[in-house]
């Protein structure tokens, strides 16, 4: 049961790796204007700057989480010595 659990959170933190880029993308063009290729007038040079300091801990804390779960797997795989799920 253990690793079933292991497994899925895992899968889960790499799904939502997967879905940060559309949202980074989606985030930073509605920061410009599509008439006129201009920011917007709540995007200034701060709010920009925050949103990009919020994205670039998303994108260095959500691979990051994984590791505890894949050494938790292979530890407790370890102990067992066997690999069947």
């Known amino acids: ?4 659990i292991i497994a899925i959170i895992g ?3 790499v799904m939502s790796c997967l879905v940060l880029v559309p949202v980074d993308i989606f985030i930073f063009s509605s920061t410009m204007d599509p008439n006129t290729g201009e920011r917007v ?3 200034d040079q701060e709010t920009v700057n925050s949103l990009k300091k919020a994205i670039d801990v ?3 804390g959500k ?3 994984m590791f505890p779960f894949s050494f938790l ?3 407790y795989f370890l102990k ?3 690999f069947t799920l």
């Not at 049961?1 to 079933?4: C, E, G, L, R």
């Open 1 to 4: 049961m253990f690793p079933t």
């Open 11 to 13: 899968l889960i933190v």
């Open 41 to 43: 007038e709540w995007a």
């Open 58 to 60: 998303l994108y260095y």
């Open 63 to 65: 691979p990051s989480s």
């Open 73 to 75: 797997f292979y530890f």
């Open 80 to 82: 067992k010595k066997h």
